[in-house]
């Protein structure tokens, strides 16, 4: 059984949006924090936004900050990436993840899963 399913993405020119959803077991969903990161052609996995999953606190990277939206839907176990006015530097596989640690920061080292990756290409 997997423990998280990814959908959406796909390709957009720039300044349009995209959203992305990542629906998870009931294990991973209740981890201390879950969230997107992602990985572009010859890059480094890095982090995109998180949320605490007790207190719903959210963490952005400055990359994204005011065009990306983390959400959640707890019913479904669903968390969701809304993203907004949209670059060709934003191109890559996007990973939803939980983890134990690392929310804040982002440290890859605190998801210990992840999602089977989806692609978002931004043309210019």
């Known amino acids: 059984q997997e423990q998280m399913v990814q959908s959406g993405g796909g390709s957009v020119q720039a300044g349009g949006s995209l959203s992305i959803s990542c629906k998870f077991s009931r294990y991973t969903y209740a981890k201390f924090c879950i969230g997107w990161f992602r990985q572009a052609p010859g890059g480094e996995r890095e982090g995109v936004a998180t949320?605490?999953?007790?207190?719903?606190?959210?963490y952005y990277a400055d990359s994204v900050k005011g065009r990306f939206t983390i959400s959640r839907d707890n019913a479904e176990n669903t968390l969701y990436l809304q993203m907004n006015a949209l670059k060709p530097e934003d191109t890559a596989t996007y990973y939803c993840?939980?983890?134990?640690?690392?929310?804040?920061?982002?440290?890859?080292?605190?998801?210990?899963?992840w999602g089977q990756g989806t692609q978002v290409t931004v043309s210019s």
């Open positions: 993840a939980a983890g134990d640690w690392g929310c804040h920061t982002m440290t890859l080292l605190g998801f210990g899963f």
């Open positions: 949320v605490k999953t007790g207190d719903g606190t959210t």
